[in-house]
């Protein structure tokens, strides 16, 4: 090999070095940019709060099927500054002692801007679902002390919303747990031929 052969293979190691350093450089000034712009944002879930549970239909017959009819007012705060969120897909259904009993309603696509509350009302029904034996027996004996604990479930998914600037989807889980009272034991109001339970309940939230 040449001097002037070996002049320029140490000028094409020495590009290719700097290319390497820039191109490192570049990506960690974008890393370091997201970074701060996430640390600065700092999302914070969305709260949720069953506010009331408004039911029409709740009873077991046999063998073993609940028949419910049942419409919930569920509200979410965006307690974010400068954070929007995007639902894009949510749905809602009930469940007692961790099996479903009506069918999930599927709540409409919404965009919360910062500091927003939105409120959805929609109707959970369940028309002669069958649950396990233990479930019936259990559900009866609810029923007699005058009492039913019932869990509203929220699953779906949702991006957050910076300017304009959309994250990915992620998924959201909410419970909340609904105290359904009979009886000498009723607390709620009587709206025709249904009862209106106030409840005011926080919810947890996953995500």
């Excluded at 965006?78 to 995007?86: A, F, K, L, S, T």
Aim: aromatic share 12%; charged share 15%.
């Amino acid at each position: 090999m040449t001097a002037k052969q070996c002049c320029d293979h140490g000028k094409k190691k020495k590009l290719w070095w700097w290319l390497l350093i820039g191109v490192v450089t570049f990506v960690s000034i974008i890393l370091l940019i997201i970074f701060l712009v996430w640390l600065i944002l700092r999302p914070t879930k969305p709260s949720f709060v069953l506010e009331n549970i408004t039911v029409y239909t709740f009873n077991i017959s046999s063998p073993n099927l609940i028949t419910s009819n049942l419409q919930v007012t569920l509200s979410t705060g965006n307690p974010n500054d400068r954070i929007g969120v995007y639902y894009a897909r949510l749905e809602v259904f009930a469940s007692y002692r961790n099996q479903q009993i009506t069918l999930p309603t599927e709540l409409p696509p919404t965009y919360q801007a910062h500091k927003d509350i939105v409120m959805w009302s929609p109707f959970l029904c369940g028309a002669s679902v069958p649950v396990a034996p233990f479930l019936g027996v259990a559900l009866h004996e609810d029923q007699i002390t005058g009492m039913v604990l019932l869990n509203i479930k929220v699953n779906g998914r949702f991006k957050w919303k910076v300017g304009t600037w959309i994250s990915r989807h992620y998924h959201l889980y909410v419970n909340c747990p609904a105290y359904i009272t009979f009886g000498n034991r009723n607390t709620g109001i009587a709206v025709g031929r249904a009862v209106k339970l106030q409840l005011v309940q926080r919810c947890t939230v996953d995500v």
